[in-house]
């Protein structure tokens, strides 16, 4: 099994441009989550949904939305993009929102 | 907000051991989760403590006080693939995992 996917796995954005990046995994997970990483920051938490239909904020929501239609996908839209927004992306998932959480290859974003 | 410490860079000698701290204040506590991540690569999980105690798992073992908001890794007879950053995690009231910022463990012949 795959696991847990991602795409792009890297991606230059222009700033005010929109982007979506995606999350799939295939271990019908309930939860999952977005997390972007910044050096000397740590993982942090964006959007998270603890099961099909439902979505909650994290962290650092602000200029991310999320939808999950279905178990399998999660995906994170940057609706207009801009620098500060220049991270690694991490989509992670588990069982429930209290397991041990599976983590993506990750996506490399950088907005200029 | 959530605090989570952990220190930023430690440095062991192979087949050395080494501990990793880590100290928490959340807004509650539903678990410690310790993750390894190499450079490069996503986090994959490597413990979970709910209850004070220590758990063991071959070469690796976590610790943790619930009344002390302390945790620690210990990393025994160190190989140089052990080279990774660590990073503990707290669950907290709401099941969201906060995350320190690592503690990045450089293996040394």
């Not at chain 1, 799939?24 to 239909?53: E, F, P, V």
């Not at chain 1, 429930?96 to 996506?107: D, H, I, M, V, W």
């Not at chain 2, 605090?3 to 192979?14: G, K, L, R, V, Y």
């Not at chain 2, 999980?45 to 709910?50: E, G, H, R, T």
Request: charged share 15%; with cysteine; proline share 3%.
């Amino acid at each position: 099994t795959a696991g847990i996917t991602q795409a792009p796995t890297s991606q230059i954005l222009a700033a005010g441009r929109s982007m979506t990046l995606r999350c799939t995994q295939d271990m019908r997970h309930n939860a999952m989550y977005w997390y972007r990483q910044d050096l000397g920051l740590g993982l942090r938490l964006i959007h998270y949904s603890n099961t099909a239909g439902t979505t909650g904020k994290g962290e650092v929501p602000d200029g991310y939305s999320v939808s999950r239609a279905n178990t399998d996908d999660f995906p994170l839209t940057l609706a207009s993009a801009v620098p500060s927004q220049t991270s690694v992306y991490f989509c992670a998932s588990s069982e429930r929102s209290y397991n041990e959480q599976f983590f993506g290859p990750g996506t490399r974003l950088t907005v200029l | 907000g959530q605090n989570i410490d952990q220190p930023t860079e430690m440095t062991a000698t192979e087949g050395a051991i080494v501990q990793i701290n880590c100290t928490y204040q959340t807004s509650g506590f539903n678990g410690l989760f310790w993750y390894q991540q190499h450079a490069g690569e996503a986090p994959t999980f490597l413990s979970y403590n709910v209850l004070d105690g220590l758990e063991e798992k071959g070469r690796f073992s976590s610790f943790l006080s619930r009344s002390k908001g302390y945790s620690y890794l210990l990393l025994k007879e160190l190989q140089m693939k052990d080279s990774a950053s660590y990073l503990c995690a707290v669950l907290d009231n709401d099941y969201k995992l906060s995350f320190g910022a690592g503690t990045t463990v450089t293996v040394r012949a």
